[in-house]
C-alpha cells in the first residue's frame, strides 16, 4: 500500500494560491512520514504535460479555488487517467458555484438563505435586498471578496463596480444570518464531528481568521444541545450526497440562537477541498474523531479513483 507514488498538486494561479502551497507541502509532508513516496507538483499552465511524463499511481489535490476545485484540474486527471483524491469532475463545478449549489442543497430539504445572483454593474445605488445581507463572489473561495453590509449602510459596498474588484462579474447577494458559525466534516459516507469557529478580533471568518495563527478558536466538539449537533451532521451528511461529493468535504453553517436554542440553522456551502494548513478546520476535526493527520491523508489516498 504504502510503496504508492503520490504527485500533491499544489500552488496554481487561483488566489488561493498560498492557502494551497501551505495545504500542499503539510500534505507532503505527512504523507512521506507515512511512507509514500512523494513528488510535489508547483501546479502551472503545463500540469497535463508534468503528470503526464511522472505517470504517479495518485494524484493528491490540494489545489484551492478555480481550476483546483471547480473540475477543471478533475478534467485532465480523467483524460490522464491517474487516480485522484476528492470529489469528481460535476461535484467540484456545482459545488464551486455557490449559486447552483445552493439550488441543488434546497431541492434536497437543507435549509438555505434568500439569495440572489447579481450582475454587479447592476446594482448601483440602491440595495438589492433589504440590509443586512451578505455580497459574495459566485465562484471564490476562502472569504475572497466577502462585504457583510450591515443595517445602517445607505448604499451598497462601492468596490462592486470599481476596478479593484478582481471576483467576476456575477456576485452573489444573500440574507445575512446572525449568529454562530458552524462547520462539519464528512469522510466518505461518515459526518465527523461539528465545530464552531469563533474568530477573534475579526468582524467574520474572513481571510486572516482562516489562515494566520491565533484568526479564529476552534470549539470541538462545538458547544451546542445534542438535537443541533446531530441536525448539524445529518445536513453535512445529506450535502455531500446531494451535490455528489467524494472523498473529505467540509459544510459550513450559521446557527443563530439568540432567541431559543432550537433557532435557525442555516447551511452555507459544501467545501470540496477543504484546506489542509496546520490551522486548518479537517484536520483538527478528524483528529477530534479519532484520525491522525496522517492517517486521514493515508485514507484519502486509498480513496482515491478516477470517474468520481
Given at each position: 500500500m504504502k510503496n504508492k507514488h503520490v504527485a500533491v498538486l499544489m500552488g496554481g494561479f487561483s488566489s488561493e494560491r498560498p492557502v494551497s502551497?501551505?495545504?500542499?507541502?503539510?500534505?507532503?509532508?505527512?504523507?512521506?512520514?507515512?511512507?509514500?513516496?512523494?513528488?510535489?507538483?508547483?501546479?502551472?499552465?503545463?500540469?497535463?504535460?508534468?503528470?503526464?511524463?511522472?505517470?504517479?499511481d495518485v494524484a493528491f489535490n490540494a489545489l484551492h479555488g478555480p481550476f483546483g476545485e471547480d473540475g477543471t484540474i478533475q478534467g485532465v486527471l480523467e483524460y490522464l487517467a491517474i487516480p485522484y483524491t476528492h470529489s469528481g469532475v460535476l461535484a467540484s463545478a456545482l459545488a464551486m458555484h455557490k449559486g447552483q449549489a445552493k439550488k441543488v442543497a434546497k431541492a434536497a430539504?437543507?435549509?438555505?438563505?434568500?439569495?440572489?445572483?447579481?450582475?454587479?454593474?447592476?446594482?448601483?445605488d440602491k440595495h438589492p435586498m433589504p440590509a443586512p445581507y451578505v455580497v459574495k463572489p459566485v465562484c471564490e473561495g476562502s472569504s475572497f471578496g466577502v462585504v457583510i453590509v450591515k443595517e445602517d449602510r445607505s448604499h451598497p459596498p462601492q468596490v462592486l463596480a470599481s476596478s479593484e474588484w478582481r471576483y467576476g462579474d456575477e456576485v452573489m447577494v444573500e440574507r445575512f444570518v446572525h449568529g454562530r458559525e458552524l462547520t462539519c466534516a464528512v469522510m466518505g459516507d461518515v459526518a465527523l464531528g461539528v465545530c464552531e469557529i469563533i474568530p477573534t478580533g475579526h468582524a467574520f471568518y474572513d481571510y486572516d481568521s482562516k489562515y494566520v495563527p491565533g484568526g479564529s478558536k476552534h470549539e470541538v466538539p462545538a458547544k451546542i444541545s445534542l438535537n443541533i449537533y446531530q441536525k448539524v451532521q445529518t445536513l453535512a451528511l445529506k450535502a455531500h450526497q446531494a451535490i455528489g461529493c467524494r472523498g473529505v468535504s467540509r459544510s459550513d453553517f450559521r446557527y443563530d440562537d439568540r432567541h431559543s436554542e432550537n433557532g435557525e440553522l442555516i447551511w452555507l456551502e459544501v467545501n470540496t477541498q477543504p484546506g489542509m494548513t496546520p490551522t486548518s478546520l479537517v484536520p483538527e476535526i478528524a483528529a477530534h474523531a479519532?484520525?491522525?493527520?496522517?492517517?486521514?491523508l493515508s485514507w484519502m489516498v486509498e480513496d482515491a479513483s478516477c470517474l468520481r
Amino acid at each position: 500500500m504504502k510503496n504508492k507514488h503520490v504527485a500533491v498538486l499544489m500552488g496554481g494561479f487561483s488566489s488561493e494560491r498560498p492557502v494551497s502551497l501551505s495545504s500542499g507541502n503539510s500534505c507532503a509532508d505527512a504523507l512521506e512520514a507515512e511512507g509514500y513516496r512523494v513528488t510535489r507538483i508547483d501546479v502551472d499552465r503545463n500540469v497535463a504535460s508534468v503528470l503526464a511524463e511522472l505517470k504517479p499511481d495518485v494524484a493528491f489535490n490540494a489545489l484551492h479555488g478555480p481550476f483546483g476545485e471547480d473540475g477543471t484540474i478533475q478534467g485532465v486527471l480523467e483524460y490522464l487517467a491517474i487516480p485522484y483524491t476528492h470529489s469528481g469532475v460535476l461535484a467540484s463545478a456545482l459545488a464551486m458555484h455557490k449559486g447552483q449549489a445552493k439550488k441543488v442543497a434546497k431541492a434536497a430539504g437543507i435549509p438555505v438563505a434568500e439569495s440572489r445572483i447579481v450582475d454587479r454593474f447592476s446594482i448601483g445605488d440602491k440595495h438589492p435586498m433589504p440590509a443586512p445581507y451578505v455580497v459574495k463572489p459566485v465562484c471564490e473561495g476562502s472569504s475572497f471578496g466577502v462585504v457583510i453590509v450591515k443595517e445602517d449602510r445607505s448604499h451598497p459596498p462601492q468596490v462592486l463596480a470599481s476596478s479593484e474588484w478582481r471576483y467576476g462579474d456575477e456576485v452573489m447577494v444573500e440574507r445575512f444570518v446572525h449568529g454562530r458559525e458552524l462547520t462539519c466534516a464528512v469522510m466518505g459516507d461518515v459526518a465527523l464531528g461539528v465545530c464552531e469557529i469563533i474568530p477573534t478580533g475579526h468582524a467574520f471568518y474572513d481571510y486572516d481568521s482562516k489562515y494566520v495563527p491565533g484568526g479564529s478558536k476552534h470549539e470541538v466538539p462545538a458547544k451546542i444541545s445534542l438535537n443541533i449537533y446531530q441536525k448539524v451532521q445529518t445536513l453535512a451528511l445529506k450535502a455531500h450526497q446531494a451535490i455528489g461529493c467524494r472523498g473529505v468535504s467540509r459544510s459550513d453553517f450559521r446557527y443563530d440562537d439568540r432567541h431559543s436554542e432550537n433557532g435557525e440553522l442555516i447551511w452555507l456551502e459544501v467545501n470540496t477541498q477543504p484546506g489542509m494548513t496546520p490551522t486548518s478546520l479537517v484536520p483538527e476535526i478528524a483528529a477530534h474523531a479519532g484520525h491522525s493527520f496522517g492517517e486521514l491523508l493515508s485514507w484519502m489516498v486509498e480513496d482515491a479513483s478516477c470517474l468520481r
